[in-house]
């Protein structure tokens, strides 16, 4: 489970470092109803961890905070956040069973994002 999570891990803070290059607007530009916004596909990421890791709150911290504050969450913050759920997972010992939904999650929002970078020409 470890080596499957830090390839996530890797993989997913790769695609933070990207994201830090876009700017606030970009960020945040609604590409419409089924794509909406980088920020907001990121978030639905750190959403679905935080909502299956229940248990591990402490350490991730307020999950309808979080929420509440999403839209108001810049790039530091929502990677700061998974910083948080990434501790969780190492700290504990999640069951893969626990956790594989939602890393399928993470891929499946990522190749979204992914898709919506190039528009931005972010990636090369």
Known sequence: ?????DEVRNSRNELLEQAKQLSTSELNY???SKFKSIKYNLLQIAYAYHEGLDQYKD????????????PK????????????????IEQ???????????IFNDYEYR???KFLMIFFEVLK
């Not at 350490?59 to 999403?70: A, M, S, T, V």
């Not at 790039?75 to 759920?85: R, S």
């Open 1 to 5: 489970m470890n080596n499957l999570y």
């Open 30 to 32: 609604n590409f419409g």
């Open 59 to 70: 350490q991730i911290g307020d999950y309808d905070l979080f929420k509440e504050n999403g």
């Open 73 to 88: 969450l810049n790039i530091i913050d929502i990677e700061n956040y998974f910083d948080n759920i990434d501790y969780a």
């Open 92 to 102: 504990n010992p999640v069951p893969p069973e626990t956790v594989m939904p939602y």
């Open 111 to 113: 190749g979204k994002i």
